[in-house]
Nanobody, 120 residues
Framework: VQLQASGGGLVQPGGSLRLSCEVS????????MGWYRQAPGKQRELVAT???????VYADSVKGRFAVSRDNAKNTVYVQMNSLKPEDTAVHYC???????????????WGQGTQVTVSS
């Protein structure tokens, strides 16, 4: 199971970015998917998660600004980030709680991280 994230970059304060993360490989089922981020010198923190049925959870710092979604047919999770602030600058990591084919349990898999920089 592999995760490939894309969509990071440099944006001015108040701007928007959309991150995507596709899960590939021999997948039987994907449960929760979502995003974490890690800023320099800080611990990795939750950004948003979405269950297979579409239930979402957000960090307080991004509520009302970010929207997480998923396309189960494409095994892809997205996060639309609006009204970006300098404090959103971090490496953003996607994850998926996935069950591989022929395996009776799920594991958490991580993407490689994509840099989001908010600066004027």
């Amino acid at each position: 199971v592999q995760l490939q994230a894309s969509g990071g970059g440099l944006v001015q304060p108040g701007g928007s970015l959309r991150l995507s993360c596709e899960v590939s490989g021999s997948i039987f089922r994907i449960n929760d998917m979502g995003w974490y981020r890690q800023a320099p010198g800080k611990q990795r923190e939750l950004v948003a998660t979405i269950s297979r049925g579409g239930r979402t959870v957000y960090a307080d710092s991004v509520k009302g600004r970010f929207a997480v979604s998923r396309d189960n047919a494409k095994n892809t999770v997205y996060v639309q980030m609006n009204s970006l602030k300098p404090e959103d600058t971090a490496v953003h990591y996607c994850y998926a709680d996935a069950q591989a084919m022929g395996v009776r349990y799920s594991l958490v898999y991580w993407g490689q991280g994509t840099q989001v920089t908010v600066s004027s």
